[in-house]
């Protein structure tokens, strides 16, 4: 849809919502965000609707929500981490939408894609939008490449050819590291490990299946060899590309929403490879990320603030080329951002994310989550073997899924 015709959309929804001035507030990760964009856009609108967003630290942003929803102190939206949905959604907490759904002439639910489309409903009900979608692929320095002899147009695409770049990239007298990633002890950690796990036949809902164990003991060879920095264990996915930006590792593996900082601050040949595999030949796996919007059961204006998901509904197209988020719609394809890097990488992530897995959806998926970065933690640093780590975490999973 064009701008124009959201425009108009901001104006002509919902009249008589809009005809006194309402107040709206959400809480997002980011006021930069798409979210927070169209928000400060969907604000200045001639509709009589005013949008204040606060930010809240994305490590945060759950517990501190929830709390707010017990003492109904809540915001009337909020952007949320799409495995996190389930948790609101069914405990009522969110707003109920299929009938607003049903009724709206701008948001489809069979234009979503299956794993968006699933990570906000609950119940038969929906309860939101997404935002958008992502998810993560391999980073890598050309120029570091052919210094080391490596072909730049070769990159890795098995686990042992992975093992073996970063081997012949590490360079630790220059303070260089084979491979930059996240094991943090937070759904960004669960986040970088479950495609591991799912390239050996493994699930969220069954980790210590047979095989599981190589892919947490593959991390651990990482960091018992020195091919990955210490800190990989505390450290998000925004330090560990920003490792790579710097020139202090030679590959990364993060999302497509770095790709702006990439193109601005890497002074460096770079390009982006699909995840590697266990071995050639096996099934491809990557995780599902990015964030949903949904509206407060309580919240004393949902027409208002449905109006405000009809309006981020309708600037799909501009996912993609201002930041470089892809669009959770299958009539929407990435546009071109005009960026020779960025726009070489984009069929690589729209190809990594056919292979994109959700979290949940489960209304306790913290805990699920929490069992898994528990087992990374353990494990790596040799607390306990990998299968012992995993073991344990699949006891938790049993109990929060039985």
Known sequence: MNRLFAMALG?????????????????????????????????EMDNGI???????????????????FATQTNPDLMSIDNPDHAAFASRGAFLDLTSRVEASDQIDMDNYFDGPRSSLTWDGGVYGIPRASNTIALYYNKDMFRAKGLDPDNPPTTWEEL??????????????????????????????????LQMTGGSFEKVNGEGA???????????????????????????????????????????????KRMAEDADFDWGVALLPVPE??????????????????????PDAAFQFLEYVDSQAERLWPEFTRMPSRKDVAPAATGNAKIDAATPIFVEQLQYAENRGPHPDWPRISTAIQDAIQSAVTGQKTSQQALDDAQAVIDRVLN
């Open 50 to 68: 005013t949008i204040e967003v606060r930010e809240v630290r994305f490590d945060d942003l759950v517990a501190e929500t929830l709390r707010a």
């Open 163 to 196: 093992y073996e770049a970063a081997a012949a990239l590490n360079d630790p007298d220059n303070d260089v590291y084979g491979i930059a990633f996240s094991a943090k002890a937070s759904e960004e950690g669960t986040f970088q490990f479950l495609p591991w």
């Open 213 to 259: 164990a190589t892919a947490l003991d593959f991390w651990k060879r990482l960091f018992d060899e020195g091919l990955t920095s210490p800190d990989t264990l505390t450290r998000g996915q925004w330090d560990s590309t920003g490792t790579f930006n710097g020139g202090n590792a030679a590959m990364a593996i993060s999302g497509p929403w770095e790709l």
């Open 11 to 43: 104006v002509g929804c919902l009249a008589a919502a809009s005809a006194q001035a309402t107040t709206l507030t959400m809480w997002t990760e980011s006021s930069n965000a798409p979210e927070g964009v169209f928000a400060n856009e969907f604000s």
């Open 280 to 301: 050639a030949g096996a099934e491809r796996a990557s995780a599902l990320g990015d964030f949903n919007i949904a509206i407060f059961d309580n919240s004393e204006n």
